[in-house]
């Protein structure tokens, strides 16, 4: 980066310099209406209308010089993301296969383990519902032996 003309706090008062000197010459614009001849407020813009366009282009220049600090580092930045996501996916991709071999190969016996566990609480269910259906019989037969 070469040598700034103006470091940040410099540019910073400036700034407020020449918003303090144009707030001055509004003022005296609006309270010295009548006074002022016409050519000398031509001669007065036009001196301020320069001032303002040479502190633009001091504003872009500092831009200028911000970016040819900052630019090649985001740069290459973001070219070292793209290579450690690139390597990361190198190390990964045999993972996610061995996963994904693993899970089809799991995926039939737990479908298995799956059907075998409702066959047995159907079961279950079906001895449960004839136990009671055999402990009504059990009591009407009771109640009718009563009577």
Same mark, same amino acid.
């Given at each position: 980066?070469? $040598?700034?003309?103006?470091? +940040?706090? &410099? ?6 310099? =020449?918003?303090?000197? !144009?707030? %001055?010459?509004?003022? #005296?614009?609006? +309270?010295?209406?009548? &006074? *002022?001849?016409? @050519? ?5 813009? $036009?001196? =301020?209308?320069? /001032? !303002?366009?040479?502190?633009?282009? #001091? *504003?872009? +220049? /500092?831009?200028k ?19 450690? *996501?690139?390597? /990361?996916? /190198?190390?990964?991709?045999?993972l996610?296969?061995?996963? !994904?071999?693993?899970?089809? %190969?799991?995926?039939?016996? #737990? ?11 159907? $079961? ?17 037969? @009771?109640l009718?032996e009563?009577?």
């Amino acid at each position: 980066m070469s $040598k700034a003309k103006y470091s +940040n706090k &410099e540019l910073l008062e400036t700034v407020k310099h =020449w918003h303090y000197k !144009g707030n %001055q010459f509004l003022l #005296l614009i609006k +309270n010295k209406q009548k &006074e *002022i001849n016409s @050519k000398e407020l031509l001669e007065t813009v $036009k001196h =301020w209308h320069y /001032k !303002g366009n040479q502190f633009l282009l #001091l *504003i872009k +220049n /500092k831009q200028k010089e911000i970016n040819s600090v900052f630019d090649p580092m985001i740069q290459k930045a973001h070219e070292a993301y793209k290579e450690a *996501i690139s390597q /990361k996916k /190198k190390f990964e991709n045999p993972l996610r296969e061995a996963e !994904g071999y693993l899970k089809s %190969q799991i995926a039939p016996y #737990l479908a298995e383990k799956e059907r075998i566990r409702r066959e047995a609480e159907l $079961k279950a269910q079906r001895e449960r519902e004839e136990a009671e259906r055999k402990a009504r019989e059990e009591e009407e037969r @009771k109640l009718r032996e009563r009577f």
